[in-house]
């Protein structure tokens, strides 16, 4: 079969691709409306350990023969990485007690910037000039997204705000090093490394959710795990949802996405979730009201994901045309950019 033949298949099947990668956004963007809502009746810390544990134990079914590989390499990537995991989990999902679904969408974007930074040093890998502008322009549109209506009084972040801002740099500090493990050779079997990490998020989220309070805060005395509330078909849909859903399929069409696309076009599809989070977060109703986004929150909002298209946009372009005219390999497109092997953020 020549070439020719094979195009059309191809294109065929990057279509369908780049459509996975687009309905995970709007899966993990309806998530933050979805996590906003459950925080009405289950803590931050018991919603991951919920959520993850369904992940883990859908996954291990699906993927059960994966574990003939498991070695002390996998077990300590595999906690190594879900450790920087649980904290962005738990950055992002504590501070959606403190803002709304919206900009708490918004303001995860910061690692897209972060990651190409943190790879200089470690990997001398220079940015292009563009990163640099596009550190700024999200510099600029956090800050009008955080002012919101008071942003003639000026620059300010509520605690929510920070608390996301925070779980942006786990999240980066994440796939910075998963990309250090997938040059050492220790990361072949991204199944097998991504199950691991749900296991991983989901023992640590046991293990504290007992000492964390709703109201935000850590306590010696015990809090209940909140069973019960497992018995309210909303609570139990929710739960479900983010964890079968937002967690587990999602990770099944980002890396279909990574077989058939370059992985800075498949970012920036996924980072269409900061919209959809917006969307649905003005659309959908939480705790008696939809999100109202002001003028300054609104160009806030376009600053940050102007940045997001000028940091991985140029490089899904190459890529793209590399592709076209017969450069490059399955093996170059499935290398990290900027894209998690696995879904991350309260998604």
Known sequence: MNRADVFPKVKFLSFYAGAGCILAAAIWGFAFVVVKDGLDYVGALYMMAFRFSVAAAA???A????????NRIYIRNGAVLGGFLFCAYFFQTAGCNFTTPGKNAFLTTLYVVLVPLLRWPLFRLRPAPSLFAAAVLQAAGIGLLSAGSAAAAGFSLNMGDVLTLVCGVFLALQMVCQEQMNRRGEADDPVLLSLLEFISVAVLSWCAAPFYRDGGGFSLELQAAPISTLKNPRVLASMLYLGLCSTMLCYV??????????APLVSLLISFESVFGMLFSMLIPVNGGRERLSASGAAGCVLIFLAVLLAEGRAAVRLIRRRASGGGTRQHQRLPSTTRSCPAKSR
């Open 59 to 61: 996954l291990s079914l």
């Open 63 to 70: 993927f059960w023969r994966r574990f003939r590989k498991l």
């Open 253 to 262: 069409l980002q890396n279909v996405g990574l077989n058939y696309l370059p």
